[in-house]
């Protein structure tokens, strides 16, 4: 009777300290729910930045901002539809271009820098709250300790060609850890830092899927880096899943279109310099291939010139 009292009280105080943790993500309500636009889409990954986020919340100054923008860029590459620009990189060209770090709020400026890198949008973002609480229940011969991390994360995907905000929303992450003691024994310890890593990751994971279905309402385009007497050269290649045999049209860009009311541009005027096909890759970095003119228009391709997925 007494070895069994032994092991039943052994079993129950194995139980109650193992820690144990859950997550939760969930969208948050806003008046104005991003649509979710479903996408068969599955040609040549998109170029898109993601910039450093603001720390808007009281909590954590200094690395909530950072922690944020390095989740998303693991998410997005991690989904294999994107070649993903970190701040680094971004801040390199800002420091180049002479753009103060305040003017990232600015989607005119942000448009800009993706302009300068070839980019196709960028995402900018706000940890807008942040909070960890505490949580107890106590029994007759057990305690239980819960320490709650909850979180809110908004971003904006900027369309680098008219400087447009084309999806704006919002996402709430919920992470839990439960530890707990069996007759004052068992796991008493302090704060978990790794619960902020998972309520940001569950609040992010969401958005990955409606930035690639809003920009996949566009169809895909690259750069001419470069023009030969007989070929020319993409700055998208293998690592974009840009292909040998892949058909493209390519336009020389004029001036801009803008709305009379707003002053956004909405496009620019287009002369077509004809079809074309990929031919091969370029180099050994990965983001380069040759192409040729299977329809011209007489016009000679030169650096800038655009080159869109062919339908």
């Keep these: 009777m007494g070895k069994n009292i032994i092991v039943i009280a052994a079993v129950l105080f194995t139980a109650a300290c193992a820690p144990s943790k859950s997550i939760k993500t969930q969208q948050v309500l806003s008046a104005n729910e991003t649509e979710k636009v479903a996408s068969k889409y ?104 819960r320490q709650v991390a909850e979180v809110t994360v908004d971003i904006r995907l900027i369309d680098v060609q008219s400087g447009q905000v084309i999806l704006a929303d919002s996402g709430k992450g919920r992470a839990k850890t439960t530890k707990a003691s069996f007759l004052g024994m068992g796991t008493k310890g302090g704060y978990d830092e790794t619960l902020e890593g998972d309520a940001l990751r569950a609040s992010l994971v969401q958005f990955v899927e409606n930035i690639s279905s809003q920009l996949n309402k566009k169809p895909w385009s690259c750069m001419i880096a470069a023009a030969g007497q007989e070929e020319f050269y993409l700055n998208a290649g293998q690592d974009s899943g840009v292909t040998e045999g892949m058909k493209l049209n390519c336009y020389r860009q004029g001036s801009e279109i803008r709305d009379p009311r707003s002053n956004l541009v909405i496009g620019h005027v287009e002369a077509y310099l004809g079809g074309a096909e990929v031919t091969g890759a370029c180099g050994d970095s990965g983001d380069c291939a040759k192409a040729q003119f299977t329809k011209a228009s007489g016009v000679s391709p030169k650096a800038g010139d655009i080159c869109r997925l062919a339908k």
Excluded at 97 to 122: C, H, R, S, W
Aim: zero cysteines; aromatic letters at 6%.
């Design 42 to 145: 599955d040609g040549p990954k998109r170029r898109i930045g993601v910039v450093e986020f603001e720390n808007k919340s009281a909590y954590g100054q200094g690395r909530l901002g950072g922690a944020a923008s390095d989740i998303l860029v693991t998410e997005l590459v991690k989904s294999g539809k994107f070649i993903v620009v970190e701040r680094d990189r971004l801040n390199k060209v800002m420091e180049e271009q002479k753009f103060q770090a305040q003017g990232m709020t600015d989607p005119l400026t942000v448009a800009k820098i993706g302009q300068v890198m070839g980019l196709e949008a960028i995402v900018v973002g706000a940890v807008s709250q942040f909070g960890v609480k505490k949580e107890g229940s106590d029994y007759l011969l057990a305690q239980s300790k």
